[in-house]
């Protein structure tokens, strides 16, 4: 066995400051083998992290499972309490948090403190509202029926690296709260927040309720395929989640997955293009465009299409993309070298096809970090691979259409069906466009907008169960039904 238990903290860069240890049984943790964590701004190192291997896997599984009874039959209200107190502990934290997010992520710093905020100032008090009281109810001749929902056990939580903390702390609240233990995996890219997250509550928590470890894609499979997991909850790739199902399926594992999306919008005929450029440019390149729910695909009818690509590129001249601690960046980097050289495959596809691009932005010169232009696309066909496929970096489509209808059959002609928006001024005409729409989430003038008590689902090719709502806290439970006569 590699890892080690670590009593004090020690200096893993000169920059930071301090080291990050996975967390499990409730003790700090190194390993021998570690694995390299960049600044995407720089593309230079930014801290080491451990790269466990099997036996620590197995020791972090087996300190989850010796706590599930314990933290499962604890009160509902007692877990409740906890949870809300870690979220205030991450509030503490905010400043350095939000700070480390941007060095590993990319993240300009209000992006980065919005992503925090989400959890602290949205999801924590939505916390207050979430119970799964037993059921009561008399059923004629079964008699008094109790319907009780129960904890699973020991949950696999695997989050991904364009909202680290986020997507991670939305996996690991609901599972604890529902009285599951977990272990889990932030990627390997942004996982320097997560963990120095986990080092700040580790001492409200019970040793092995929350477990978190680190390592490359081996780490990955060996969770996913391994017996003692209860659960999986897994957001990432349609392919790698596809790969998850099959693995759950040799012992009947509950499985949630947000995979992929290809997003399109409709603007209606009625719209005002100046009051929508903004809202649209921030829904197409939120996260600068790494985002599996943004808007990738926007239809545009052909009266209003010169009008809104003109108001779209005077507002995109204004956005500056840069290194996100500098104050008027508004776009950061790519996250990490293997998805910036994606785009820029991606790029070079979209050049040599000869399709149109309306806009291009400027990006710094003379640094080493993977930042990559804003662009969009002008009336590229509907079966471009680059249009099919989502680029998850800052390249989008405007594309023009002549009635309603057609632009509803080509919104809904992709195997996803993540989210869809619907932009007009006529609310009764937007709504039965929204009705139409083959889309888990459908807003109305605006697009990516999610709250804690609202579930979060894909269609088709874009996911599995329910995350977020009273949905997404049964998700994480089994159901016991008790009649008494």
Not at 122 to 141: F, I, R, T, V, W
Not at 433 to 455: K, S
């Amino acid at each position: 066995m590699e890892i080690k238990e670590e009593k004090e903290t020690k200096l893993a860069s000169a920059k930071l400051g301090y080291g990050f240890y996975n967390i499990i049984g409730g003790q700090r943790l190194a390993a021998v083998r570690k694995l390299s964590v960049i600044n995407p701004a720089t593309g230079k190192e930014l801290a080491t992290v451990p790269d466990i291997d099997r036996d620590g896997l197995e020791r972090a599984i087996s300190a989850a499972r010796e706590a599930f009874p314990t933290w499962g039959s604890t009160p509902y209200r007692a877990r409740k309490t906890v949870l809300i107190e870690m979220v205030h502990v991450i509030e503490q934290h905010m400043e350095e948090l939000s700070a480390l997010l941007t060095s590993e992520h990319g993240h300009p710093a209000a992006s980065a403190k919005w992503e925090i905020e989400w959890l602290t100032k949205l999801y924590g008090p939505a916390l207050h509202q979430m119970d799964l009281p037993d059921e009561k109810s008399e059923m004629g001749q079964v008699g008094h029926v109790v319907k009780r929902y129960l904890p699973l056990g020991v949950v696999c939580a695997i989050s991904p690296w364009n909202l680290p903390v986020l997507l991670s702390f939305v996996k690991v609240l609901p599972a604890l709260l529902t009285g599951n233990t977990v272990v889990l995996k932030p990627s390997p890219f942004t996982p320097l927040t997560v963990l120095r997250i986990a080092d700040y509550v580790n001492k409200l928590l019970p040793p092995g309720v929350l477990n978190v470890v680190t390592g490359g894609d081996d780490l990955g499979q060996w969770m996913t395929s391994h017996p003692a997991f209860d659960k999986i909850s897994f957001t990432g790739s349609t392919r790698i989640g596809k790969e998850i199902l099959k693995s759950a399926a040799a012992t009947l594992k509950h499985v949630t997955l947000e995979l992929g999306g290809n997003d399109a919008g409709i603007v209606l005929p009625d719209a005002q293009p100046e009051k929508i450029a903004e809202a649209l440019f921030w829904s197409m390149y939120l996260l600068n465009g790494q985002a599996c729910v943004g808007l990738k695909r926007l239809y545009v009818h052909e009266d209003l299409y010169a009008d809104l690509a003109g108001t779209l590129i005077a507002y995109a001249r204004q956005i500056k993309t840069g290194d996100g601690f500098e104050s008027e960046s508004a776009l950061g980097p790519i996250q990490n070298r293997a998805q910036y050289d994606r785009l820029r495959s991606t790029l070079a596809e979209i050049e040599k096809s000869g399709t149109g691009i309306l806009y291009r932005g400027e990006i710094p010169q003379g640094t080493n970090g993977f930042f990559f232009p804003v662009i969009l696309l002008d009336n590229p066909p509907d079966d471009a691979p680059f249009v099919r496929e989502e680029a998850f970096g800052p390249i989008r489509s405007l594309l023009k259409y002549k009635d309603v209808d057609e632009a509803i059959d080509r919104a809904n002609n992709s195997s996803y069906g993540l989210g869809a928006s619907v932009w007009g001024q006529d609310a009764e005409k937007a709504d039965a466009v929204a009705r139409r729409l083959q889309a888990g989430t459908v807003w109305i003038n605006q697009h990516a907008n999610l709250h804690p008590n609202l579930p979060f689902n894909g269609f088709k090719d874009s996911g599995l169960g329910v995350e977020f709502g009273r949905e997404g806290l049964e998700a994480f439970c089994k159901i016991q039904i008790v009649a008494r006569k």
